[in-house]
């Protein structure tokens, strides 16, 4: 039940579902010669296929046309060389009819199609060749009749072997030229001026036919290709169709996961409200609030996760190498999951480690803690425990490898796949939130793609699961150990400090008008960049800090009111785009602006954080300000 999760053993991911952030690589000419090489191989084994399908007919018209001869020539041959020339066909004929036979009892077997063409190549040979001897043997000088015939032989086979040996040109050359061959000849023999006109009218025919059989050749090998290149065409329409009805059935599902999940802590909200709002017992309001913020929490953490699928498939997640000690990130990690696993009575088992990673450290604490967070909420009894080893088959190229595994209720084989897509989740029929929306496992696939770390799954039903993270070692002599700065609570108040924020909604600016005057800002506010010109105009005010909706009336978006700000303060200053969308060609939009972005809905410590950051900046490269980055959310 071994299962993992990349592009060589998922077939998710192979199927598409993580194209946009997958690391697509043109093919090379290896696989374009490759390509080309069996769209060859098909055209040539169905042109040798139409010949042998049409021998049988062939073979019945040549017999006939040797009794023609037969008998045509009684009266001026010897009987006994008419019969052994007849004799030879029919041999020949024979030959190809066991030939055929043998053909089409084996025409599966794709592979030897030159080699039957060889096979009928040299048939064709013989059959010239008795064709050929005819004119040289019965050529009777004293008979114009004998002689019109002959030639009328001649070109009769000529013609007729065209259209089904033009799919193999050799097949022609070997039949048409001993043919034409004895003709030349015995003309050559009469010697007189006639008979050599007549023999180069006969070589021009010879060239003529030999022309029109390549061309022939070509179009015949044209046809099939197009044919099979249709074909081809047709069954990738097929697997698009498909594929399309299976997003549209994915959007269906997500669509409706997400109505529910979202629609339930704002129902919640909608009522704590209503209650507030009638509630006169102080006490009681600030119960009522705390349950307003944990509802409010809890839609945060739903629409941070939906947002999250779709950072991944815009592409614009950026995974930021580096080495560092993995016992630093665990040590932050694993205690909030001990506090979580304490309460349904779980331990969670870790032996510290040594071991130097090269990882993104963000990315891969998201792996982990969905991972650590699914093993959490589907373990009723036991624990999980978390082991981190050195594989020691990989000399070359030293990895990593993290194992979390639990005591749960296990996966099922035939589910094993299932559980990385979108909004599957296992043993939750109701949708209960406190085991998430379903979509961990899929964020995990992902990120896992990105950092091109393996992930492999182990699972039995009723016993527990365990995941496997591979990852490359790193080096400890390119750790570098920085410190977060401390964050003092003065540095919460930005005095007199010019911010400029727009938007195209009115309450929104009601409330960050408040809100930056809270925080001692000097507030200006507008609707959008031509009214933050004349806001700026008017009041003589130089922002120091920029805030922007990305979407704004009338098509205007945050990155264009920007620019116009820019224009007519003759400086560029911090920016920060604001936005709700999370269409991923808007979120690429919004990240190739070059500005800091951020999602709705926003907690205020965010923006004051930006804000911080934009006047005061951190003096480490660290990420100081986790909520700043344009990053998948670990919360």
């Known amino acids: ?107 599966e077997e794709i592979d030897t199609a030159h080699r039957w063409a060889q096979y009928y190549a040299t048939s064709s040979l013989f059959n010239g060749t008795i064709w050929g001897s ?6 009777v000088s004293e008979s114009v009749i004998n002689q019109v015939f002959l030639l009328a032989i001649t070109i009769g086979m000529t013609v007729g072997s065209l259209v089904v040996n033009s799919y193999y040109l050799p097949s022609f050359l070997l039949v ?68 399309a009805e299976e997003a549209n059935h994915a959007k269906s599902k997500f669509l409706a996961a997400a109505s529910h999940d979202l629609r339930q802590p704002l129902h919640t909200l909608s009522l704590f409200t209503a209650l507030l709002d009638s509630e006169n017992n102080k006490q009681r309001q600030q119960d009522l609030i705390t349950k307003i913020n944990r509802s409010q929490t809890a839609l945060s953490s739903l629409l941070n996760t939906l947002l999250d699928v779709s950072k991944l498939d815009a592409g614009i997640v950026e995974a930021k190498l580096r080495d560092f000690e993995l016992d630093t990130l665990l040590k932050h990690l694993l205690p909030e999951f001990e506090s979580e696993g304490r309460e ?24 982990l803690r969905n991972i650590l967070s699914n093993a959490i909420n589907y373990t009723n009894e036991g624990g999980i425990s ?18 979390i595994a639990d005591t749960g209720i296990g996966i099922p084989k035939s589910k094993q796949q299932e559980i990385f897509l979108e909004f599957h989740q296992l043993a939750n029929p109701a949708r209960n939130r406190a085991k998430g929306l379903g979509l961990g496992l899929a964020i995990v696939r992902r990120v896992s793609e990105l950092l091109k770390h393996d992930i492999e799954l182990k699972s039995i039903t009723g016993k ?43 309450e929104i600016r009601t409330g960050m008008l408040k809100t930056l005057n809270t925080w001692g800002c000097t507030a200006i506010i507008a609707t959008s960049g031509k009214d933050a010109v004349e806001q700026i105009q008017t009041l003589g005010l130089q922002p120091e800090v920029i805030l922007s909706d990305y979407r704004l009336q009338d098509g205007e978006n945050g990155v264009d009111a920007i620019h116009q700000v820019y224009h007519e303060i003759s400086r560029k200053v911090p920016a920060l785009i604001i936005t709700g969308d999370t269409a991923p ?35 480490t490269r660290q990420d100081s300000i986790e909520n700043v980055k344009n990053k998948v959310s670990v919360d």
């Open 1 to 107: 039940m071994d299962k993992s999760v990349n592009k060589k053993n998922n077939p998710a991911i192979n199927q598409g579902l993580y194209e946009d952030l997958s690391d697509e690589k043109s093919p090379s000419p290896t696989d374009s010669i490759k390509a080309i090489s069996s769209m060859e191989k098909r055209v040539f084994s169905q042109a040798i296929d139409f010949i042998y399908h049409n021998q049988f007919n062939v073979i019945a018209t040549l017999i006939l046309m040797q009794l023609t001869v037969l008998v045509a020539m009684w009266q001026q041959a010897n009987h006994m060389l008419l019969f052994s020339w007849f004799a030879a066909g029919a041999i020949v004929l024979f030959g190809r009819y066991v030939l055929v036979s043998r053909y089409l009892k084996k025409r």
């Open 134 to 139: 005819a004119t040289l043997l019965f050529f």
């Open 176 to 243: 048409a030229t001993p043919v034409f061959l004895g003709t030349i000849i015995r003309l050559l023999m009469e010697g007189n001026l006639e008979y050599q006109g007549l023999t180069l009218i006969t070589i021009a025919f010879f060239i003529s036919g030999v022309k029109i059989a390549k061309n022939t050749n070509k179009a015949m090998l044209e046809g099939i290709r197009l044919r099979f290149e249709n074909l081809d065409l047709i069954q990738q329409l097929k697997i698009q169709k498909e594929a």
């Open 344 to 367: 349904k009575g779980l331990y969670l088992k870790y032996k510290p480690t040594h071991s130097v990673v090269r990882s993104d450290p963000a990315l891969l604490e998201i792996i």
């Open 386 to 403: 978390l082991l981190v080893k050195k594989l020691e088959k990989t000399s070359q190229n030293p990895q990593i490898r993290i194992e």
């Open 464 to 506: 527990g699961s365990k995941f496997f993270i591979t990852l490359a070692e790193g080096n400890p002599e390119r750790v570098v150990t920085t410190k977060l700065e401390d964050v003092s609570v003065s540095q919460y108040a930005f005095p007199q400090t010019v911010v400029l924020f727009i938007d195209d909604e009115d």
């Open 585 to 619: 060609e808007r979120l690429r939009e919004a990240k190739h602006s070059g500005y800091t972005l951020l999602h709705k809905p926003l907690q205020p410590a965010q923006i004051r954080a930006f804000i911080r950051n934009a006047i005061h900046p951190p003096t």
